[in-house]
């Protein structure tokens, strides 16, 4: 049994930045493949960065540049650094794990153990 445990929302105001941490507790023998998803209310889920086992990274037309996923195998735990935060980027964000090794483009459904979410708001 593997869980996720996320970490490090918050409020903000526009432009500032925040760290979302995901650690995993227990045997992640099935982790290959893992990313973030957020979901406003009233909105469809959306994949917002990926990191596939070789480091390889794929983010959504409206973070890339502004968000870096990283992972820490070490640790058992993946990160969000969210820069240049946008009112647009409220959200619960969620981290989840795949045991594709390679997911591009990215398929939710593909993803099979999610965390509880963490909070993210952003004010103007």
């Known amino acids: 049994q593997v869980q996720l445990v996320e970490s490090g929302g918050g409020s903000v105001q526009a432009g500032g930045s925040l760290r979302l941490s995901c650690a995993a507790f227990?045997?992640?023998?099935?982790?290959?493949?893992m990313g973030w998803i957020r979901q406003a209310p009233g909105k469809e889920r959306e994949g917002v960065a990926h990191?596939?086992?070789?480091?390889?990274?794929t983010y959504a037309d409206s973070v890339k540049g502004r968000f870096t996923i990283s992972k820490d195998n070490a640790k058992n735990t993946l990160y969000l650094q969210m820069n240049s935060l946008k009112p647009e980027d409220t959200a619960m964000y969620y981290c989840a794990a795949s045991p594709f090794y390679k997911m591009v483009p990215v398929v939710l459904e593909k993803y099979k153990s999610w965390g509880q979410g963490t909070q993210v708001t952003v004010s103007s």
């Open positions: 990191i596939d086992s070789d480091g390889t990274t």
């Open positions: 227990g045997y992640s023998w099935n982790f290959n493949s």
